[in-house]
């Protein structure tokens, strides 16, 4: 089970972006494709695309801070994101953590 770190700064940064802490967090828990890896400050970024419950597709970055995970920020995917997530996911091609 992934836990999560939140705190005003991550919040406030999805929210410039139009995304909650909720869909971030079920984006990474609904399989998302996983994207390069990014050094960012020091310390390894993940990025990946995936759906939220309702079907909303975004990218989320994340780190692994003492054994929980930092959404760095999440974003709505644009077309062209949307549009290889969707073919991807259709061919199976998920694979998240």
Do not use: C
């Amino acid at each position: 089970m992934l836990v999560f770190e939140w705190d005003d700064a991550n919040r406030r940064h999805m929210a410039e972006h139009g995304a909650a802490p909720e869909e971030a967090e079920q984006v990474l828990l609904n399989e998302p494709i996983d994207l390069p890896a990014q050094m960012r400050s020091g310390e390894e970024r993940s990025v990946q695309v995936g759906e939220t419950d309702e079907g909303r597709i975004l990218m989320v970055v994340t780190t692994w801070r003492g054994g929980r995970v930092r959404v760095v920020t999440a974003f709505p995917g644009n077309r062209t994101t949307r549009r290889k997530y969707m073919e991807r996911r259709d061919y199976g091609e998920t694979g998240g953590q």
